[in-house]
């Protein structure tokens, strides 16, 4: 005896495209088999379903959804008709949108800041978030007569704007008729401008304060680099799940510009905290085969030559609360808590109050007292340097940034490649403090002690360049520590201590992972020019 199907319940009545609709009933059958659904006499595809069961069935409203009667059908007979309407087509009166005119800047509080310094931006129009909203400053770069504008770089030849950075927590306080920014590292006189999705206000001119120092961004490269792992020999005991995290190029005044251009798998998460997440789901039992994950990136470098006043250098008093904190606290691997680490800071600096002598002096004392091993070695903890004397480049930036953070000068250790003059990369790291009224300044503790490398020859005597200077042949792709959270609980999770990032998750393997093979190639440079 064959009962037709009865639809009892719409829910909801009113949908648009993407929404999942129930219908609750009885009489449908246990499984879909031959059973549809209609909407407004079109039957829905086989990728709409969800569920069906004898008396729920869920589905996808698709694209093409119109309003109408709503038969669900079987194989022997049909239902009588429910309705829906698609709330997309329903007469509604026209409201105003609550941001329809570009921004419109009035007045700003400081037309005269220096690196760091507040700055209120008076207007109306900029929106009542800045997540999908900038400030833009000017930048200067020199720019060969020769090579004519990068497609990211606006308004007169060799300049460019960027916006104030998030990571350096510049923004303080936005709405729709206030922003509060600080100066950004790399800022220069010229304008500024806010850009939101309605469009972008006119310039408002800006003069940044020089005196304490300022900094200038010379010789530029863009590269086509390659990041690649490959995995294969996957046994499970069940159906699991295997993530790779593949670090982003970060963005910052001296790599302004880092896009992806090519992905091979398509990634599962395209940027998770400014990594790549590439997922691999792994059947049941041996899987020998080899998977490679790779990505391309065009990214733009630029040489950063720093010139310092220290006379004028600004206390720490008047900086950004937030970014002051966050680079001067210890770290998973900047101990700069240890009691060896405070110790030897203090004895090296004395009594010196000014950041960028104190910075110098440890710079200096660093030179004189530990020798350089060039070839990386096994992963050892940064204080081992105190006592033996002899490290790796990894151990000279790590303790360099744990004694600057001692001495109470905010400090990042960056890491990224070193591309040599044959276009060969290996992994390194280096660092950078900063300077109330300056930025960022880089510094290169290894390259100083004498790194073997085989650069382009722009350096001269390394020991003096390499602080307050960098060369364009450094890629970033982490700034700090990169404390990347885990996919899911109950996972068994990969570091490298000394890869090309500072970052706390590599790979992930969920449970019914009995074992893989894995292995990162060393990032490879396409091209340069």
């Not at 020769?146 to 936005?174: C, Q």
């Not at 003069?207 to 680099?225: H, L």
Request: hydrophobic share 35%; proline share 7%; with cysteine.
């Amino acid at each position: 005896m064959r009962r037709k199907p009865v639809i009892e319940k719409l829910e909801p009545p009113i949908g648009a495209p993407g929404d999942l609709v129930v219908i609750r009933g009885k009489h449908f059958g246990s499984i879909r088999n031959e059973g549809y659904v209609e909407f407004a006499g079109s039957k829905l595809t086989a990728s709409s379903y969800i569920s069906w069961t004898d008396t729920e069935i869920k589905v996808i409203l698709p694209a093409t959804i119109s309003d109408g009667l709503v038969f669900v059908g079987t194989k022997t007979s049909r239902s009588e008709p429910s309705f829906f309407t698609n709330e997309r087509e329903i007469p509604v009166a026209v409201r105003p949108k609550a941001q329809v005119s570009v921004p419109i800047i009035a007045s700003i509080s400081n037309p005269a800041p220096t690196v760091g310094d507040l700055v209120v931006i008076f207007g109306k129009n900029f929106g009542n978030t800045h997540d999908t909203a900038d400030v833009y400053f000017t930048t200067e770069r020199e720019t060969p007569p020769n090579r004519s504008a990068l497609s990211y770089e606006t308004g007169a030849v060799g300049t460019l704007y960027i916006p104030a950075s998030k990571s350096d927590f510049d923004y303080e306080f936005w709405s729709d008729t206030e922003i509060r920014v600080r100066v950004p590292d790399g800022a220069a006189s010229g304008s500024l401008y806010v850009e939101t999705p309605a469009g972008r206000s006119a310039s408002q001119k800006i003069v940044i304060d020089p005196r304490a120092g300022s900094k200038a961004y010379g010789m530029q490269r863009t590269y086509i680099a390659q990041l690649a792992a490959d995995i294969n020999n996957i046994e499970t005991k069940q159906p699991a799940t295997i993530r790779f995290y593949f670090p982003r190029p970060v963005l910052t005044a001296a790599q302004p510009f880092a896009e992806l251009s090519e992905c091979d798998p398509e990634p599962a998460i395209a940027d998770y905290q400014n990594t790549i997440v590439h997922q691999l789901q792994a059947t049941k039992g041996p899987s020998p085969a080899k998977r490679r994950f790779s990505q391309n990136f065009v990214i733009s470098v630029y040489e950063v030559k720093s010139t310092v006043q220290p006379k004028y250098i600004r206390p720490y008093d008047d900086m950004n609360k937030a970014l002051y904190a966050s680079a001067t606290r210890a770290d998973k691997f900047i101990p700069s808590d240890d009691r060896a680490v405070t110790n030897l800071a203090a004895a090296i600096v004395g009594k010196e109050t000014n950041p960028y002598v104190k910075a110098k002096l440890i710079y200096t004392y660093m030179l004189d007292n530990y020798k350089l091993r060039d070839a990386a070695s096994k992963p050892e903890s940064p204080l081992n340097l105190i006592k033996s004397k002899r490290g790796d480049a990894y151990c000279f930036a790590l303790l360099y940034t744990a004694l600057l953070r001692a001495a109470g000068i905010p400090a990042l250790t960056d890491c990224g490649v070193l591309v040599d003059r044959d276009l060969h990369t290996r992994n390194h790291w280096w660092c950078e403090f900063y300077l109330h009224g300056v930025g960022w300044i880089p510094a290169d503790p290894s390259l100083g002690a004498g790194l073997s490398y085989e650069g382009w020859g722009e350096t001269g005597d390394a020991r003096n360049y390499y602080f307050g200077n960098l060369d364009s042949q450094h890629i970033t792709f982490s700034r700090g520590i990169n404390d990347l959270k885990p996919g899911a609980g109950n996972t068994k999770i990969v570091q490298h201590p000394r890869g090309y990032a500072l970052q706390s998750v590599w790979e992930e393997s969920s449970q019914g992972t009995v074992q893989y093979s894995s292995f990162w190639a060393d990032p490879a440079i396409l091209g340069v020019y």
